[in-house]
């Protein structure tokens, strides 16, 4: 397996190179992934955070090349970067929005196509970890650029408002229809069985979620009860981070009419019959 080391470019096909950032974290994994895609004319997805030495790399990387900077998604290990490589660049910066202080040059959906000579990128739109995330396929390699929405090595955050697990699901649902021989994740190593890996998301998604309505309907009347009986196999140092997915969670089997509550420090029980 390619080494996932910050600062080196690494070839993971005949088309897509990967920088990975300097930014390793209990929700960054080894750091952000950023990739390049193309050799004539370049596009990079994910610039990651405003780091001097990471954007230097990429520059370096595409050459004078670099025609396009993509973005999945507007949290600060993924779009910051973008205005720096812009200013390297004077490529423009396209994304689902402008939040969280990234401006794009051109907004862009769902069904947006980008023509490279060598290749194209399709987006689609996968709101769920965060409502204005875009995934990108590659048509020519069938390789999906999944940013936050699929991690390799670490687990993907729902957090309401924004973050929304029914949203979530229905999207895992959609890609799980598309041709994809191999995922390209903001976060961790390269994913050769993305059919496997969705499957694997869906099922634990699916399990936590019976765990959950069994706690409230056992009783437990909080987001932090739920925590401490369902996540007994998470180190509790995470359980201020999983409070955010049970609480996504409630609000999923809430709009199911299966439980009934209002907020994350609020009461849940179940719905009456
Ligand atoms: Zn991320």
Not at 2 to 23: D, K, M, Q, W, Y
Not at 215 to 220: L, Q, R
Not at 224 to 237: F, L, M, N, S
Request: charged share 25%; hydrophobic share 40%; aromatic share 4%.
């Amino acid at each position: 397996m390619a080494e996932l080391t910050p600062g080196v470019a690494c070839a993971l096909s005949p088309l897509v190179r990967r920088v990975l950032a300097p930014n390793p974290g209990v929700m960054t994994g080894p750091g952000t992934n950023t990739y390049l895609i193309g050799i004539d004319e370049v596009a990079v997805i994910d610039p990651g955070p405003d780091d001097e030495g990471h954007l230097d790399t990429i520059a370096a990387c595409g050459g004078d090349r670099i025609r396009w900077i993509l973005v999945t998604h507007t949290h600060l290990d993924h779009s910051p970067g973008a205005a720096g490589l812009k200013a390297r660049t004077g490529a423009p910066v396209l994304g689902f929005e402008a939040r969280d202080e990234f401006t794009p040059d051109e907004t862009i959906g769902e069904g947006f196509c980008l023509e490279a000579t060598e290749f194209r990128l399709r987006a689609v739109h996968t709101p769920g970890h965060a409502s204005n995330h875009l995934c990108y396929l590659l048509d020519q390699e069938r390789m999906l650029f999944s940013g936050d929405h699929i991690m390799q090595g670490s687990t993907v955050v729902i957090a309401p408002p924004d973050g929304d697990m029914a949203a979530y699901l229905d999207a895992l649902l959609r890609l799980k229809t598309m041709r994809i021989r191999s995922i390209a994740p903001g976060h961790g190593h390269l994913i050769e069985d993305p059919k496997a890996k969705i499957d694997e998301y869906l099922t634990h998604r699916g399990e936590r979620e019976r765990a959950i309505l069994a706690a409230v309907e056992g009783g437990a009347g909080t987001v932090d009860a739920v925590v401490e009986r369902v996540y007994v196999d998470v180190p509790e140092a995470l359980h201020p981070i999983a409070r955010h997915s049970v609480y996504a969670h409630l609000l999923k089997l809430s709009s199911e009419g299966k439980v009934q509550g209002v907020d994350l420090d609020g009461e849940w029980s179940p719905a009456a019959r």
